[in-house]
């Protein structure tokens, strides 16, 4: 059972800057929140994941709010090969659940 | 660094036959994860190993799903007989030691299974 919700479609136009939400409202002190990526026909590629700082890597950023219930992957400058399922997770315990995620599309 | 390996890529058999997956983790990794993952939907998880000792299998369908990784590396998924809503693609994951809270997984490319 997913403990994130997100959108289901997202549109980017290439170059700009693509800015994913996700509502994590029953999420614990401790539970990680991290964003994962799915190419089709692909596995799952790990981005990023925080706690409550916002982090930044070569990849992405991610801004956690400061109740923790929501954050937002930014992905910088999208390009087209950024076109993929986007899934926000809580982990839980050992557990990662995942969503449905949101289906971002680069748009040239 | 080699990722995580898995064979066959697609498979397609048909309702009732058996069927195995093959997962290779990464290198030094003690823990791996099976997914399933059907069309439209979010991984599920179905089975975590801990080295050669099981840690979660309460999702497994254990009437027809069964797991193994004997000497704690490499491990085998294997679903007898098949049903037709077992159309998915099958996960694996591996992580260093799931006990940290920061343990990243990572996956591999995945089995296409296609029940006729």
């Known amino acids: 059972d997913a403990k994130t919700t997100q959108p289901p479609s997202m549109d980017c136009a290439e170059g700009r800057a693509a800015n994913l939400p996700c509502n994590h409202s029953t999420i614990s002190g401790n539970e990680y929140v991290y964003w994962y990526r799915q190419i089709h026909s692909q596995g799952p590629q790990y981005i990023i994941h925080?706690?409550?700082n916002n982090e930044t890597n070569e990849m992405a950023s991610l801004i956690i709010t400061e109740d923790r219930k929501s954050s937002t992957l930014i992905l910088p400058h999208a390009t087209l090969r950024d076109t993929a399922v986007y899934y926000c997770i809580v982990r839980v315990g050992n557990q990662f659940y995942f969503g449905t995620g949101t289906s971002l599309t680069v748009i040239p | 660094e080699a990722g995580v390996a898995q064979s066959p890529r697609y498979k397609i058999i048909e309702k009732r036959q058996s069927v195995a997956f093959w997962c290779n983790p990464i290198s030094g990794h003690a823990t791996l994860y099976w997914y399933q993952q059907i069309l439209g939907q979010g991984p599920k998880l179905l089975i975590q190993?801990?080295?050669?000792?099981?840690?979660?299998d309460s999702q497994l369908p254990k009437d027809r799903f069964s797991a193994e990784r004997l000497k704690g590396v490499d491990s085998t998924l294997k679903i007898q007989p098949a049903k037709l809503e077992d159309s998915a693609v099958y996960l694996c994951?591996?992580?260093?030691?799931?006990?940290?809270?920061?343990?990243?997984?990572?996956f591999g490319p995945g089995t296409r299974l296609t029940v006729l």
């Open positions: 190993f801990q080295n050669n000792g099981v840690v979660d």
């Open positions: 925080g706690l409550k």
């Open positions: 994951a591996s992580s260093l030691w799931s006990q940290a809270r920061t343990d990243t997984q990572y």
